[in-house]
């Protein structure tokens, strides 16, 4: 658990220092009082974002470096230090440079809900994309390599392809992107059925959610690439649309555009169920999220709530509040709770 936070030159903080912290952390100010910037410096320090601002940008406007730390209730603190000016990152324990693997192995993970996740079914499949994804990075320490190496191979296929059609190179030339390609995308869905499958294992438990009786609920992933068959699936496909490829000049689907839907009796859920409803299955999913992580790395997550108290009814509040009980929260709010063992700055 963590017991303080300091801030130097990190955003709007010339320096700021949180201690006493406590299980559930509310951080009470008004909006545009950069309560999200706290929440910030914790996700960094949990390698992860809230903002996905550049280093640069989280530098105090006038200063070349931002400071940031957390010590944990076994007084080992964990610091990320970073210098503007010639674009260094420094990870340390208790004042010692570590590597930044290293830093991932020994920092807790976090899970983090904010107003956008309740638009997860409504938007774009990048949402529920991204979703899958930042639990499998959380989760494992390799798959965020391997999604860097994928994105790069398509960059590289795609180029290639785009040669081809401009007579640039030879056609065989695509063979070598191929490979590549097929065993990164091999080793993404090796996680991502992890992820989807405890999903599917977990799903019947939201049935408590609706107002009425339902029959079925489930969890679809959608994807032209099997379980059971990855590595042959992907090479077919691969042979058999070549020449579409070449023509679009990019690599159209795999990883990279799979999307999962959830139907309830047979109905996709946002044509069936409530808005309120959708909602308290969302939550659920960020609920699975850190169950995810902590029987993946044994750590506890630290959960960061960010002004998503104020999207919410009485009664869902009550059911996230009461979920994370047991868990580090640090939850932006402009309105204070009646819960009088919690910190409020």
């Not at 063979?175 to 993404?188: C, L």
Request: aromatic residues 14%; hydrophobic residues 40%; glycine residues 0%.
């Amino acid at each position: 658990m963590i017991k303080e936070i300091r801030l130097i030159n990190f955003r709007n903080f010339d320096q700021k220092k949180l201690d006493s912290l406590n299980k559930q952390n509310f951080i009470i100010w008004e909006n545009g009082k950069w309560k999200t910037n706290i929440l910030e410096s914790i996700s960094l320090l949990s390698n992860n974002s809230i903002t996905w601002l550049s280093f640069d940008e989280l530098v105090k406007k006038w200063e070349n470096y931002f400071f940031i730390e957390y010590t944990k209730e076994n007084w080992n603190k964990i610091s990320i230090s970073y210098s503007k000016e010639n674009k260094k990152k420094q990870f340390m324990l208790n004042n010692n440079k570590i590597t930044k693997k290293k830093f991932k192995q020994i920092t807790n993970k976090c899970v983090i809900f904010s107003p956008i996740i309740m638009n997860m079914m409504y938007l774009s499949p990048s949402l529920r994309r991204d979703f899958l994804d930042d639990v499998l990075k959380s989760s494992f320490e390799e798959y965020e390599k391997i999604m860097i190496n994928y994105k790069k191979i398509i960059k590289h296929r795609n180029k290639t392809l785009k040669s081809i059609l401009e007579w640039k190179c030879e056609k065989n030339e695509i063979k070598i992107w191929n490979e590549k390609f097929i065993e990164e995308a091999w080793k993404m869905y090796k996680y991502r059925y992890k992820i989807i499958n405890f999903l599917k294992s977990t799903i019947e438990t939201t049935k408590e959610f609706f107002s009425w009786k339902i029959n079925k609920i489930e969890l679809i992933y959608n994807s032209k690439i099997k379980e059971e068959n990855i590595y042959d699936d992907l090479k077919n496909y691969l042979e058999k649309n070549i020449d579409r490829d070449i023509i679009l000049w990019r690599t159209p689907i795999w990883p990279h555009v799979d999307d999962f839907e959830i139907l309830v009796d047979w109905i996709k859920l946002t044509h069936f169920a409530s808005r309120w409803e959708t909602k308290s299955i969302i939550l659920w999913l960020k609920l699975i999220e850190w169950i995810f992580i902590e029987k993946m790395t044994e750590k506890k997550p630290i959960l960061l709530i960010d002004d998503l108290l104020s999207e919410l009814d009485d009664n869902h509040k009550n059911m996230l509040l009461k979920k994370i009980e047991y868990y580090q929260t640090f939850i932006s709010s402009i309105t204070k709770s009646d819960n009088k063992d919690i910190f409020i700055i």
